[in-house]
Every structure is written in C-alpha cells, then in structure tokens.
C-alpha cells in the first residue's frame, strides 16, 4: 500500500513538472540571464519541490509555491556566489518567439544583468511575470509596501542602465 502511494505521488509530482517546468525555465532565465544556470536553478527547485511534495500538493496555489521556491533559490545561489564570476550575455537563447523585438529583448535583458539580484527579482515578478504587489510580495518573503518602493527603484535603476532611450525602450515592452 505503502509503495503505490509513493508511486502515485511521483506520478503526479512527474506531470507537476513536466507541466510547469518550462514556465519555471523562463522565469528563471530572466531573473539570471545565463541558460545554463536557468537550467540549474529550475533543476534545484524542482528537486527541492519533489523533496517537500507531500507539502507542494497541498498547497492553496502550486504555481506560486514554486516560483516562490524559483526566486529563493535564485537569490541564495548569487548570495553564495556574490563574489564569483559574473555571467556575460554574450550568448543568447538560440530562439526568439514570433512576434518579439529581438532588438529590445537583447537591451532589455542586458540592462536587467547590470541590476542587483533583488531590483531584478522584483521587475522580473512584477512586470514580465504579471505579478500583483501582493503576489510579488508573497513570493519575495517582502510586505506590499517594500515591494512598491522597490519597484519604483528598481525601474528607476534600469531606466538610468536604458540611458536616454529609455522611454522608448519601455514604452515597446
């Protein structure tokens, strides 16, 4: 008995992930701007969501439990590494969705690697994630106020990273 609960439990945590695992990708690959540790970070956090299934399962809204888990794991990994390499956008994703400018993509995804890992977390939530306040909140461990002063910083930070441009930059996105 004890074992076909098990096995129903990887089967459903299987399709969880089979079902949510590219969604946790890209997320993960804006807040980095590196594919390769996009892979590990979502890697990491699906593993830690498998280990804390019984928990996962239950859970009001799964998606924002791991994207939760995404962003903490993101923001721990460049606490770890703060004095590491930093990863350079020279290569990008081999492919562009129908309809993007690749043109704004690359400036945009290039000014957010110039900002801390927390600015970049929040306008990654906020504004490319359609989060809500409370939602970014939540996920970031922050109360709605901090996220709104944050916000307001981080996209200050970033339109001073556009240069000039920036309201053209931001206006297309």
């Known amino acids: 008995m004890r074992k076909t609960r098990r096995a129903e439990e990887a089967a459903e945590f299987e399709a ?3 079902s949510r695992g590219q969604r946790l990708f890209r997320t993960a690959l804006l807040l980095c701007g590196d594919w390769h540790l996009a892979e590990d970070l979502t890697q990491v956090t ?4 498998f280990a ?3 928990k996962v399962r239950r859970a009001e809204n799964q998606d924002a439990y791991a994207r939760s888990a995404l962003v903490r794991s993101y923001l721990s ?3 770890l590494r703060r004095t590491g390499e930093r990863p350079s956008l020279g290569e990008l994703p081999e492919g562009v969705a129908p309809g993007d400018d690749p ?6 995804l290039t000014a957010l690697a110039e900002l801390t890992p927390r600015d970049r977390a929040v306008l990654v939530l906020r504004y490319w994630e359609d989060r809500s306040v409370a939602e970014t909140a939540a ?9 709104r002063a944050q916000s307001l910083r981080a996209l ?3 339109r001073a990273v556009l240069g ?8 297309r996105s």
């Open 103 to 108: 043109a704004l993509r690359i400036t945009l």
């Open 156 to 158: 200050g930070r970033l």
């Open 139 to 147: 996920e970031l461990g922050l109360n709605q106020g901090a996220v």
């Open 77 to 79: 990994h460049r606490r």
């Open 16 to 18: 969880f992930a089979h």
């Open 46 to 49: 699906l593993a830690k969501l």
């Open 52 to 54: 804390a299934w019984p």
């Open 164 to 171: 000039p441009d920036a309201a053209e930059h931001l206006a």
